[in-house]
């Protein structure tokens, strides 16, 4: 493992850089773009001087890209020695820096997905964040929090048995949404966004886990799609399933997506197109 750069000047942490830091701690990664409309009211040249300070400062780090790729900011580990043990994070375990700087190093074929995790990630919580009937209760990206085995029937040679399947989603949010009557309910969002890595074989395999699963909590899933043509044969495939309804399928637009999933709420699990 590398020497993580000196630090270049003493710099106060202020309440938005403590957030920003605890946000890369759970997201892995963003870009300044990200970060701005988290963080920095959607202001990107003061979000770019700011994270300037803190990267001299030895709090964050950039990944290598190319210099027409937007810039991708991890945690440093004088960063996470400042917010590893911030009440925000109590729910996650103690966490060695070696172990942690290995979540930071993202191989490039991985980066995508990431970026795009996170860029879900800023769309649902700024949606969230404008609303005063819905409370965040949870939104994490980590594998051993979600992940999960499911067991379903598969026939074979006029059998019936179970199959094993872990499933890796790819972030869980969960919410508390208070109604008109006063009353509230929590609900829980498995996050799956698609990079049309996987053929739509294997979508139905993890939707028929999805669906194995529900027998243990009540659960809405949201797929999203980069493309419409990719997003309309999924939706025509998960549809046709008897519990098809569980899902929500959107493309991954921050307007397209916050619409789809709103419209999700007060309703029963649908497919939204």
């Known amino acids: 493992m590398p020497n993580a750069p000196k630090p270049t000047n003493n710099l106060h942490l202020t309440a938005r850089d403590r957030a920003v830091l605890i946000g890369l701690f759970e997201a892995r990664v963003f870009t300044l773009k990200q970060l701005a409309k988290l963080y920095f009211e959607d202001r990107y040249e003061m979000t770019k001087k700011r994270l300037q300070k803190l990267k001299a400062a030895g709090y964050v780090r950039a990944l290598n890209r190319a210099p027409f790729q937007p810039s991708a900011l991890v945690l440093a580990k004088k960063g996470f020695l400042a917010v590893r043990h911030a009440e925000e994070l109590a729910r996650y375990p103690e966490i060695p820096w070696n172990t942690f700087y290995k979540r930071t190093q993202i191989a490039d074929s991985t980066l995508r997905h990431e970026l795009a995790v996170s860029e879900v990630r800023v769309a649902l919580l700024s949606t969230i964040r404008e609303r005063n009937d819905l409370e965040l209760l949870e939104l994490t990206t980590w594998p051993w929090q979600i992940n999960f085995e499911a067991r379903f029937p598969v026939k074979r040679d006029g059998f019936t048995y179970k199959k094993a399947m872990t499933i890796r ?40 886990g999805y669906i194995a699963h529900r027998n243990q909590e009540p659960f809405q899933v949201i797929f999203t799609f980069s493309t419409i043509a990719r997003c309309r044969e999924a939706s025509s495939r998960i549809h046709s399933m008897k519990e098809g309804r569980l899902f929500i399928l959107t493309l991954g637009e921050s307007e397209i997506l916050n619409e789809h999933f709103l419209s999700s709420l007060g309703r029963k699990p649908q497919v939204t197109l």
Not at 184 to 208: G, M, N, P, V
């Open 169 to 208: 989603p790819d972030g869980l949010l969960r919410l508390k949404h208070r109604l008109p009557n006063g009353s509230s309910r929590d609900l829980t969002f498995y996050l799956e966004i698609d990079r049309s890595t996987e053929s739509q074989t294997q979508l139905l395999k993890k939707a028929s």
